[in-house]
């Protein structure tokens, strides 16, 4: 029984992965060429939080209830781009760290050579 469990949480998250726009554009801010955008992504969080107090007024009017579950949806992907403006700003951080620490030792070499030729 946990098996199973465990086999479909596993190709669940592969599904949402894979085909849920706001997995994609993370993934894709995630990227070496994606780390700028991380930032500007967290504007994303406003449409996602209007959207989530504009389904909650529905449902405080009689509205349905499943209503609540399009409220968490909302507010989850609202979450996602919120966290994901410092982390990306780390993750560039971090990125640039180690681009700059491979040029630095070829930057030596060159020196040394040149000092060595004169």
Not at 62 to 74: E, F, S
Not at 77 to 96: C, D, E, Q, Y
Request: proline letters at 5%; aromatic letters at 8%.
């Amino acid at each position: 029984m946990i098996r199973q469990l465990w086999n479909l949480s596993v190709h669940t998250r592969a599904f949402l992965r894979r085909y849920m726009p706001t997995n994609i554009l993370l993934d894709a801010i995630r990227t070496r060429r994606g780390l700028k955008w991380g930032v500007p992504a967290m504007l994303l969080a406003m449409p996602y939080l209007l959207a989530a107090s504009t389904f909650t007024t529905l449902i405080a009017d009689g509205g349905p209830g499943w209503l609540n579950l399009l409220v968490l949806l909302c507010l989850w992907n609202t979450m996602k781009f919120i966290i994901m403006g410092p982390v990306s700003l780390i993750l560039l951080g971090r990125a640039r760290l180690r681009e700059a620490a491979a040029v630095h030792p070829e930057r030596r070499t060159k020196i040394e050579s040149a000092e060595l030729v004169t």
